[in-house]
């Protein structure tokens, strides 16, 4: 499990360089760039401050990712997690950060 | 040999803070409503996600509900810790627990209230929350206060000691920056470690690509016990490590099916065996590994037949905690509801906020050394702090800092003097030698793994392997000195394998001290099975003319303890 920059999406503001626990993304080339994907413990803090949905978090082979990548989209205060399945499809889970979680 | 020239940064501050995660945020935020002077707080990464709570929390686990006292909670951690912990420590602990719990819904954290407006509790300990965003708002109670300056993307190494009027104090603290070639050299009155436990000693569970999906922070090194026992600190209770019962693969907490969905652990034969071994957290793993030994395995948390409903609310609570579980479940199209959840022990950890490792520290959280403060994962005798009692503990510390900076006569000590700039400079200067930090933590992971009772021997250990654990750690120490850098994060990896090894060093001789098996799976000594009343006592280390010394300790009972060479 990782977390991989859409270059394309990617503005290089630079917050998710400052989120990371690790100190694991740096700016490569004006774009965010993981320094050592296998070392990512898979918090997501990255995600929850890009505003461009840049970073895609996926699950390696040995935890059973077969190729889908899930972003985050803000929307006041609602998180749209997007799981992109290698398929095509795509399925949300909205989460309202302003709820209690029920267990 | 690279090209990176060290600059040196002076700094003087009253109290220093090093690491801010849940403890040290807190410790910041109190000390500096306090008006101390000044105030540093230095955090290896952000503080705001920074530490063990980056990715959220689920409940807060320590709360005393409505028909319970302080003192209830003392008695369950007594029993789950067999008895091996502080009373003073826990119960002022405890007394505070509820008074965080209700600073941090004022803070902005979502609490589940009923109608009548009380706390929803999950058993008689927990409250439930959306604990997603708990690290973003304590760094912003710390940078509303005035008197601190926060220091992100720095590393401490090594903490400053000084002999004044026949007793080591401590004086100050050195580090660098894991971003530019900066040696940051802190003069300071006060110190407070609240750098967290120790993670990644052990081989864990997914040794390749997914090496970092484990359960505590691994950015978390052990460095604040490293650089306290370095110092002259003294350590107690690291033989009792800490190992999780999670989801397999994922690592993602098990306590939220078990408890939120009523799932129980269930062998392959569909045999419910919590039963037959307890539901204490090192009783439900050691029913898992022993009914995997059984070859009754694997075993699951039974969740198949759940209604939609159910898992939909799974589904969003992973998220605000474990992302990774949510997406297993999703891209696998094996949900909850349609396949149960298979489960496994962790790697061990030592760790203080769920066991009692850590620094020795008095009631106001004061270590061995002088002016030396200690909270949270890092500070000992105390378990089951969780994130409410690393706050309890943070704030502790902080009103004993405070105290002990108004009475300290400041001013009469000689001038600091600070050693660690050619050290870090040498590893600039040494020619690679293809030995290096993730060789070495790679070789220190599978050691501990196989000679100090790690999952490959079910836990278990015995002194012919931790004596050759022993020597086998003390050879990897040897390679650190001259491993290369090219950069501030290859230094920043070298400094954290250094600091692991020191920490599996002290393990280790903790774990050969205590003879007995005191509990499950933590400390499982195949020497000796059984639980043995002369070892109802403290293990406590100390470095001493450069060797480990053990010292045994008697229980402290009663609501406050002082350090005897006060």
């Keep these: 499990m990782s977390i991989r920059i859409n270059k394309e999406k990617c503005v290089g503001c630079g917050r998710c360089i400052d989120a990371c626990p690790g100190n694991l993304l740096e700016l490569a080339e004006g774009k965010a760039d993981i320094r050592i994907p296998e070392d990512c413990w898979g918090c997501t803090s990255c995600m929850k401050y890009c505003s461009q949905s840049a970073l895609e978090y996926y699950l390696g082979a040995d935890l059973g990712g077969r190729g889908a990548v899930m972003t985050i989209e803000k929307e006041k205060d609602i998180y749209n997690w997007k799981i992109h399945m290698p398929g095509g499809e795509t399925k949300v889970i909205s989460v309202n950060r302003k709820n209690a979680n029920q267990y | ?566």
């Design chain 2, 1 to 566: 040999m690279s090209d990176v020239k060290l600059i040196t940064k002076k700094i003087r501050t009253d109290a220093l803070i090093i690491g801010g995660g849940t403890a040290g945020c807190y410790a910041a935020i109190r000390l500096g409503e306090a008006s101390v002077g000044k105030i540093l707080l230095v955090e290896k990464a952000g503080i705001e996600r920074s530490g063990c709570l980056a990715a959220g929390v689920n409940a807060l686990n320590a709360y005393i509900s409505k028909g319970h006292v302080p003192m209830d909670y003392v008695e369950y951690a007594r029993a789950d810790g067999e008895g091996i912990v502080r009373e003073d420590l826990l119960l002022s602990m405890s007394e505070r627990l509820n008074k965080v719990t209700e600073d941090l819904e004022n803070r902005g954290l979502v609490i589940l209230k009923d109608e009548n407006g009380e706390y929803v509790t999950r058993g008689w300990r927990n409250v439930k929350i959306n604990g997603e965003n708990i690290k973003p708002l304590l760094a912003e109670g710390v940078y509303a206060q005035p008197d601190v300056t926060v220091l992100n993307h720095v590393n401490i190494t090594d903490l400053v000691t000084q002999r004044v009027h026949g007793k080591t104090i401590v004086r100050g603290a050195v580090g660098f920056s894991v971003k530019e070639p900066v040696i940051y050299e802190i003069e300071a009155e006060a110190v407070l470690i609240a750098t967290g436990g120790a993670a990644g000693l052990y081989r864990p569970n997914n040794p390749g690509f997914s090496r970092h999906k484990m359960w505590y922070s691994p950015f978390n090194t052990g460095a604040g016990f490293a650089m306290g026992f370095a110092a002259g600190a003294e350590m107690t209770t690291f033989e009792n490590r800490f190992v999780a019962l999670r989801c397999k693969d994922t690592i993602a907490p098990t306590g939220t099916i078990a408890q939120g969905v009523g799932a129980k652990q269930i062998n392959a034969g569909g045999e419910i065996y919590e039963k037959e071994y307890g539901i204490t957290t090192p009783q439900r793993i050691y029913g898992t590994v022993e009914e995997n030994r059984k070859g009754k395995g694997p075993c699951y948390l039974k969740t198949e037949g759940i209604s939609k409903e159910q898992e939909q609310d799974l589904f969003k609570a992973y998220l605000n905690m474990a992302p990774s579980q949510t997406l297993k479940w999703i891209e696998s199209g094996k949900t909850p509801s349609r396949q149960s959840v298979e489960i496994e022990g962790t790697e061990p950890y030592v760790v203080g906020g769920h066991t009692a490792s850590g620094f020795w520290v008095d009631t106001g959280r004061m270590t061995t050394i002088p002016g030396l403060f200690a909270a949270g994962d890092v500070a000992g005798g105390s378990p089951q702090k969780y994130v409410t009692g690393a706050l309890a503990e943070g704030e502790i510390a902080a009103e004993s800092m405070a105290s002990y900076l108004d009475k300290k006569e400041k001013g009469d000590e000689p001038e600091v003097e600070f050693s660690q700039e050619s050290a870090y400079a040498h590893h600039f200067e040494v020619k690679d030698n293809n030995i290096t930090w993730r060789g070495v933590e790679e070789a220190m992971q599978k050691i501990m793994d196989e000679y100090a009772g790690g999952i490959h021997t079910d836990y278990r250990y015995n002194e012919s392997r931790l004596v050759l654990a022993r020597e086998k750690i003390k050879d990897l120490q040897g390679l650190v000195d001259d491993l290369a850098a090219e950069d501030m994060f290859d230094l920043l990896h070298i400094y954290e394998v250094r600091e692991r090894l020191l920490v599996c060093r002290i393990l280790i001789e903790h774990l050969l001290a205590r003879k007995e098996t005191r509990w499950h799976i933590f400390g499982e000594n195949a020497d000796y099975p059984q639980q043995s009343d002369e070892y109802k006592k403290y293990v406590n280390s100390r470095l001493e003319n450069g060797e480990i010394r053990i010292i045994f300790r008697q229980l402290v009972k009663g609501e406050s303890y002082e350090h005897p060479d006060k």
